[in-house]
């Protein structure tokens, strides 16, 4: 099968390129966040956004707004159940599991806020519960440079 997934290597660097694009560049929320993909780990991906003033919540206390939070948390949720649909069809061709994106929906997001969005930057990773057909269903978390747990969630995606 042309362009098919080789085994032991996910996702392929050229969809890893288009990735990177579509989550850094092409989502205009997720470019003006600042946001970077750190892993393509399928178990756990995670993205990085620095802390910047058009990012505080709180003039007083220059906090992180919690939309922000929120917003990252939902970022890092899509590309994992993304990675997950991919790995779960990856003997397709790289066409089809790219195509894929454009089917993934947020559907649900809860945010639990745990600690004032302190930090230089911060990291938002996530990792699938369950991939079905449908629907994905994921976890998240939010740390700072310090590696202080500030928020974590949870998120339902539609996928087919």
Do not use: C
Request: aromatic fraction near 6%.
């Amino acid at each position: 099968m042309p362009n098919a997934q080789p085994k032991g290597e996910f996702p392929h660097p050229q969809v890893r390129v288009v990735l990177k694009k579509l989550f850094e560049e092409d989502i205009a929320f997720q470019r003006t966040l600042g946001m970077r993909i750190v892993s393509f780990d399928p178990d756990r991906p995670s993205m990085r956004f620095d802390m910047q003033p058009g990012l505080i919540g709180h003039p007083v206390r220059k906090v992180l707004h919690g939309g922000v939070i929120a917003a990252a948390l939902d970022a890092a949720a899509g590309l994992a159940a993304l990675l997950a649909m991919m790995k779960k069809h990856q003997d397709e061709p790289h066409e089809a599991q790219l195509a894929r994106f454009m089917k993934i929906g947020t559907i649900d997001l809860r945010t639990d806020y745990l600690q004032p969005g302190r930090g230089a930057y911060f990291v938002a990773s996530a990792w699938v519960l369950r991939a079905g057909g449908k629907v994905v269903s994921v976890r998240m978390e939010l740390e700072n440079d310090s590696r202080e747990l500030i928020a974590s969630g949870s998120a339902a995606f539609i996928v087919g």
